[in-house]
T-cell receptor, first 114, second 111 residues
Framework: DSGVTQTPKHLITATGQRVTLRCSPRSGDLSVYWYQQSLDQGLQFLIQYYNGEERAKGNILERFSAQQFPDLHSELNLSSLELGDSALYFC?????????????FGPGTRLTVT | TQLLEQSPQFLSIQEGENLTVYCNSSSVFSSLQWYRQEPGEGPVLLVTVVTGGEVKKLKRLTFQFGDARKDSSLHITAAQPGDTGLYLCAGGRGSQGNLIFGKGTKLSVKP
């Protein structure tokens, strides 16, 4: 158990819909990262928050947004869903803001768009 | 363009054999992390290496970071069925927070 929690575990929804994925980081960790994992692309970085502020952006679509709340939990919002958004979405957390701080991953949310 | 290339993509061996998987790049990384992932679960951190030439051992697993910090290897001695999984390397760069992942090596150890 990494100490990172994610809900829900599975999500099935239709094209055009909007969903929210939730992540709670390990106790004491200030950074939260969101990654998308698909069969053909592997693990791709989406966005990072550090202590409530957006720190870095990867290949995140404009239809996707995230935020980190004062209690440090984070939510990833996916809207106008398309079939190609079906993937595993992982949240990771670390103590600090840069990569020398080890990242610990949650169990993921499997999103299926039908 | 994949910044981190892992090889081989697939590896199927018998219990007791030794194996090495590789993670290569033309770019320099400030740190390199190895993860193991099982189907439908999150990656589990195995080790972090930060110094060129660094070698770390974790029981039967030996990790090495290249002198130029562009490549890394993972060697498993006397593999066991419990070692089965997807092994991912991930590189970190300086002041950036996100990791850049390779596509992984899928290892299957048969009893």
């Amino acid at each position: 158990d990494s100490g990172v929690t994610q809900t829900p575990k599975h999500l099935i929804t239709a094209t055009g819909q909007r969903v929210t994925l939730r992540c709670s980081p390990r106790s004491g960790d200030l950074s939260v990262y969101w990654y998308q994992q698909s069969l053909d692309q592997g693990l791709q970085f989406l966005i990072q928050y550090y202590n409530g502020e957006e720190r870095a952006k990867g290949n995140i679509l404009e239809r996707f947004s995230a935020q980190q709340f004062p209690d440090l939990h984070s939510e990833l919002n996916l809207s106008s869903l398309e079939l190609g958004d079906s993937a595993l979405y992982f949240c990771a957390s670390s103590r600090g803001a840069i990569t020398v701080h080890e990242q610990y991953f949650g169990p993921g949310t499997r999103l299926t768009v039908t | 363009t994949q910044l981190l290339e892992q090889s081989p993509q697939f590896l199927s061996i018998q219990e007791g054999e030794n194996l090495t998987v590789y993670c290569n790049s033309s770019s320099v990384f400030s740190s390199l992390q190895w993860y193991r992932q099982e189907p439908g679960e999150g990656p589990v951190l195995l080790v972090t290496v930060v110094t060129g030439g660094e070698v770390k051992k974790l029981k039967r697993l030996t990790f090495q970071f290249g002198d130029a910090r562009k490549d890394s290897s993972l060697h498993i001695t006397a593999a066991q069925p419990g070692d089965t999984g997807l092994y991912l390397c991930a590189g970190g760069r300086g002041s950036q927070g996100n990791l850049i992942f390779g596509k992984g090596t899928k290892l299957s150890v048969k009893p």
